[in-house]
Nanobody
Framework: QVQLVESGGGLVQAGGSLRLSCAAF?????????MGWFRQAPGKDREFIAV????????FYGGSVKGRFTISRDNPKNTVHLHMNSLKPEDTAIYYC???????????????????WGQGTQVTVSS
């Protein structure tokens, strides 16, 4: 079993920045070859944010965050980071880390690659 532990959420003013981190524990590294983020705001569907593969030569971003958020990973630490800049009130949500082994070919934005999910971390952006 893989456990994903998120950190870095909090309250920030609009225009500010935050960095989320997610550490993976358990099984083999192939279980979390791909690591990424989704978010869900109250009353809204889950939204794809970003994903990165093991070698970091493939990254995908959701349209609402492209150009503002950057995903990166630290493989020796089995950790993925989400650098969020120019935050807006509409970025307020619970952010969930996800991980999985399947290639990022189909279902990237739907999350079909994700087998494991974290508990979530709250991000609140005030106007």
């Amino acid at each position: 079993q893989v456990q994903l532990v998120e950190s870095g959420g909090g309250l920030v003013q609009a225009g500010g920045s935050l960095r989320l981190s997610c550490a993976a524990f358990g099984r083999t590294f192939t279980s979390y070859a791909n690591m990424g983020w989704f978010r869900q705001a109250p009353g809204k569907d889950r939204e794809f944010i970003a994903v990165i593969n093991w070698s970091a030569d493939k990254t995908f971003y959701g349209g609402s965050v492209k150009g503002r958020f950057t995903i990166s990973r630290d493989n020796p630490k089995n950790t993925v980071h989400l650098h969020m800049n120019s935050l807006k009130p509409e970025d307020t949500a619970i952010y969930y880390c996800a991980a999985g082994p399947r290639p990022l070919i189909v279902g990237v934005y739907s999350g079909s690659w994700a087998d494991y999910w974290g508990q979530g971390t709250q991000v609140t952006v005030s106007s």
